[in-house]
């Protein structure tokens, strides 16, 4: 099931729907080849954004180009995309085989050939023996086989997908996660993926997009976004992250901002992006498995004595919620082997984390 992969480019997509801009100017560029998540909130345009490359909505301003061509005009049955629906939609009066066949039939290429593209898809997903099945007799990862089949085995020059993965439960999500991405590997093929899952996006992608009311705030690898994310909305968004309030003192002269926490009024040296004055309130955030239980003395790192006001135990984590002078931290402890004693709720525990490992933003509007 080869394809010859093509790169999607956008430049300055735009689209209204009536007094609502839903994609606010999208510059985007996909490597042939490349597997990117578009990823945000509900409502941030990223399902608008993949329509319009699949050319079921069309663009307000703005130019799609798929390989060397422009797709602004070209219709969707003529771009050579295959796409992944969320609801799989399925015929479900026809079997599996004929299902995966359809695109196929529609092209009017040879029975013989239709028949050993599908039975070639059919064994690349796993759904081999399944040929006279109708989706009804299918579970969910076997219905989202067919509709992945389906769509690979007109070899198309791209594949979309729009939050196929949402109606799963979690441990199948999760294998169909592997899955998708060890198939989209081996079959080499440009890939646009939608969701709103933050595990989901750093598990199979390349590179994710971040969107946020319609615009793209930061976009880079799942490393990248998750260590050094570049917005307080990024941050929040992508894991989770404690918050803890700061107001700025000042700039020192290696460009590091120094802030005074609050209420603790401990003064650290933090990153923390331009154009933030003295008496400015930030939000300095830090991820939950970076801050240590009883941590060993080191230069740079913070150390503070607490309360555990909250256990949440997750099998192969335990988070526990750390009252201190300076709030309420997070941290997130690895479950020993054989299942080690943790702190438990009330007991004084101690804790550090580097000043390193914290990001700097202005709070958000609604903070």
Excluded at 137 to 144: A, D, E, K, V
Aim: with cysteine.
């Amino acid at each position: 099931m080869s394809t010859n992969a093509k790169g999607v480019s956008l430049a300055g997509i735009v689209k209204w729907y009536g007094k609502v801009q839903a994609v606010r100017g999208v510059d985007l560029d996909v490597a042939p080849g490349e597997m990117v998540s578009l990823l945000g909130p509900s409502g941030c345009g990223k399902t608008t954004t993949l329509r319009m490359i699949a050319g079921l909505e069309v663009p307000d301003a703005g130019e799609i180009r798929i390989g060397d061509a422009r797709a602004n005009d070209v219709p969707p049955w003529k771009r050579n995309i295959g796409m992944v629906f969320q609801n799989y939609a399925l015929f479900p009066h026809k079997t599996v085989a004929e299902n995966i066949a359809y695109g196929l039939v529609m092209r009017r290429l040879p029975r013989a050939e239709i028949a050993t593209r599908v039975a070639d898809a059919m064994r690349q997903v796993q759904l081999s023996g399944l040929d006279d099945r109708v989706p009804s007799q299918l579970s969910g990862g076997q219905r989202q086989r067919v509709a992945l089949a389906r769509a690979l085995v007109t070899r198309p020059d791209v594949l979309l997908f729009d939050e196929p993965l949402a109606a799963l439960d979690r441990k199948l999500r999760e294998q169909m996660q592997v899955e998708i991405r060890q198939l989209q590997r081996a079959v080499g093929i440009t890939t646009i993926f939608v969701t709103h899952d933050q595990d989901e996006a750093l598990t199979l992608s390349d590179r994710i997009v971040v969107m946020e009311g319609g615009r793209i705030v930061q976009s880079g690898t799942p490393g990248e976004i998750y260590e050094r994310p570049g917005s307080h909305f990024v941050s929040d968004f992508i894991g989770m992250m404690n918050a803890l309030r700061a107001t700025v003192l000042g700039r020192e002269g290696d460009g590091r901002l120094r802030v005074r926490m609050e209420p603790g009024g401990r003064e650290l040296l933090v990153t923390g992006p331009a154009g933030m004055d003295a008496g400015a309130a930030v939000e300095l955030m830090l991820r939950p498995e970076k801050v240590r239980l009883n941590p060993p003395a080191a230069p740079g790192t913070i150390e503070a004595t607490g309360t555990v006001a909250h256990v949440v135990y997750l099998g192969p984590v335990t988070y526990l919620h750390v009252r201190t002078a300076d709030g309420v931290l997070i941290a997130m402890l690895p479950n020993a082997e054989g299942g080690g004693a943790q702190p438990r709720q009330g007991e004084a525990v101690s804790i550090g984390w580097r000043a390193a490992d914290m990001v700097c933003f202005a709070p958000p509007d609604d903070a």
